[in-house]
C-alpha cells in the first residue's frame, strides 16, 4: 500500500512489477528476483488495505473525537478513543465481564460408577432428559441419591461395546495468531513477545525461518522442490537429527494446498544450517517449535483406537470412552497434542457381560464463561 501511495503520489502510470519475499536469506531474495509478480496480481491487497485506511479516518478518527467531545459533559477530560477493530472487541470483553459478575453458580450432581473387570474403570451417570436442565444436568440431589440406591448392590450389563479406529492429522503449521495461544505447549514463549522472537528468527539476526507476519497454516505445492534441502540441513543439527531421519518426503500431509495459501504461506525453516548457540533461550525453543511441526508433516498420521462402552445398572445407563495409541505416527516428533485427551485404559468386554460396581454421587457446581484472552 505504501509503494503504491508513492506511486500515486507521483501520477506514475507505467508498468508495476512486485518483489515478493517469504524470507530474507540470500537464496530466497535471488529465488524472488527471478519470479517478480505483474503488479495486478496484488492491486487487490492495495484496494484493501485503501478501505482500511479509509475506514480508520472516517470511524476512528471522527468518532474519537465526536465522543472526545461529547464525553466532557460526563467528567471525562482525556481523548475517548473509537476505532472500527478496537471498539467492537472492546464491547466483545465488556459484555463477557459483565456476565462473568453477575454469575450465580448452581449445583448439580453427577452419579459415578466404578466397575470391575479385567481392570477397574468408570462411568458417568447419563441423565434422563425428564429430569435434566438444558445442558443435560442433575439439578436435585433426590434424583442423584435415588440412582445411587437402586444401583448399590445390582450388577451391571454391558449393553454397547464400541471400538472404531481413529486417523489423526498432525498439527497444523506455525502461523501468527499461534502464539496467542495459550495452551500450545510446543511454541514456548511468551505470548506477548512470540512475533518479537520469531521476526529475530526470519530476520538479520539469524535468517533462518520464512516471513512471520502470516495467518494461513497451508504450504504452496511450488515449496515442495525445498523440502529435501531444508530435512538435510536440518539433519546436521543433533536436536533434529533423528526426526530428520525417519521424515518421508513422500508422504503428502494435508499442509500442502495452494487453494488456502494467503498472502503469505505458513512460518516454515529455511534450508540453512542453525547456529542454536546463538539462539536466546526462547529464539531457541520457538525455532524448535516451528522445525517439530515442519517435520511432523512427512510422518505418518497418528492412529488410535477409540472405545465407548454403555452399561446398564438397574434400569439406568452409565457411558464412558477411553483411547489406546495404535500407531505413534507424527506423535514421534510431536508428541500429543495439547487438546488431546488420553482416556483411560478400558478393558476388552463383550455384550451382555456382567459386571460388579460401586456407585457414588459427586456434587459440582457451574462455571461461569472463562474472561477472553489473546488466544480466545
Not at 60 to 80: E, H, P, Q, V
Not at 279 to 308: C, G, H, P, W
Amino acid at each position: 500500500m505504501i509503494a503504491r501511495e508513492v506511486l500515486e503520489y507521483v501520477n506514475y502510470n507505467g508498468p508495476v512489477r512486485r518483489l515478493w519475499l517469504s524470507a530474507l536469506d540470500e537464496a530466497s531474495i535471488k529465488k524472488a528476483l527471478g519470479a517478480l509478480r505483474a503488479g495486478a496480481e496484488t492491486e487487490k491487497m492495495y484496494d484493501a488495505g485503501l478501505g482500511r485506511s479509509r475506514g480508520d479516518w472516517l470511524i476512528g478518527m471522527n468518532m474519537t473525537r465526536l465522543c472526545s467531545i461529547l464525553s466532557r459533559d460526563f467528567g471525562y477530560k482525556g481523548a475517548l478513543s473509537v476505532g472500527r477493530v478496537q471498539t467492537p472487541t472492546l464491547r466483545l470483553v465488556v459484555d463477557r465481564d459483565r456476565q462473568i459478575e453477575q454469575f450465580v453458580p448452581q449445583a448439580y450432581f453427577d452419579v459415578v460408577g466404578t466397575f470391575t473387570a479385567a481392570c477397574s474403570f468408570k462411568a458417568k451417570w447419563q441423565v434422563p432428559d425428564n429430569v435434566a436442565d438444558e445442558h443435560g444436568r442433575c439439578l436435585q440431589v433426590c434424583h442423584a441419591d435415588n440412582v445411587v440406591n437402586q444401583c448399590q448392590g445390582q450388577t451391571a450389563v454391558v449393553s454397547a461395546f464400541d471400538t472404531k479406529r481413529q486417523k489423526g492429522e498432525a498439527s497444523c503449521l506455525v502461523l501468527l495468531r499461534l502464539f496467542a495461544k495459550s495452551d500450545v505447549s510446543q511454541i514456548r514463549v511468551w505470548r506477548s513477545r512470540g512475533v518479537e522472537y520469531c521476526t529475530s528468527l526470519c530476520t538479520e539476526k539469524h535468517k533462518v525461518t520464512t516471513y512471520p507476519r502470516t495467518d494461513c497454516a497451508y504450504l504452496p505445492l511450488s515449496q515442495y522442490d525445498d523440502v529435501a534441502s531444508i530435512v538435510n540441513r536440518l539433519s546436521q543439527v543433533p536436536l533434529f537429527s533423528s526426526w530428520c531421519k525417519d521424515a518421508n518426503p513422500a508422504e503428502e500431509g494435508a499442509c500442502w494446498n495452494d487453494k488456502k495459501i494467503t498472502a503469505h504461506h505458513a512460518i516454515i525453516p529455511l534450508p540453512v544450517t542453525p547456529d542454536l548457540t546463538a539462539m536466546t533461550e526462547k529464539e531457541r525453543n520457538l525455532y524448535q517449535a516451528i522445525v517439530q511441526r515442519y517435520l511432523a508433516q512427512f510422518y505418518s498420521v497418528a492412529e488410535d483406537d477409540a472405545t465407548t462402552v454403555v452399561l446398564t445398572v438397574a434400569g439406568h445407563l452409565f457411558k464412558t470412552s477411553g483411547r489406546v495409541e495404535q500407531v505413534k505416527g507424527w506423535r514421534v516428533v510431536m508428541g500429543k497434542d495439547d487438546d488431546e485427551e488420553a482416556g483411560q485404559s478400558l478393558p476388552l468386554l463383550s455384550i451382555g457381560q456382567v459386571l460388579s460396581g460401586t456407585y457414588q454421587r459427586e456434587e459440582k457446581k457451574t462455571k461461569p464463561p472463562a474472561r477472553f484472552t489473546e488466544g480466545a
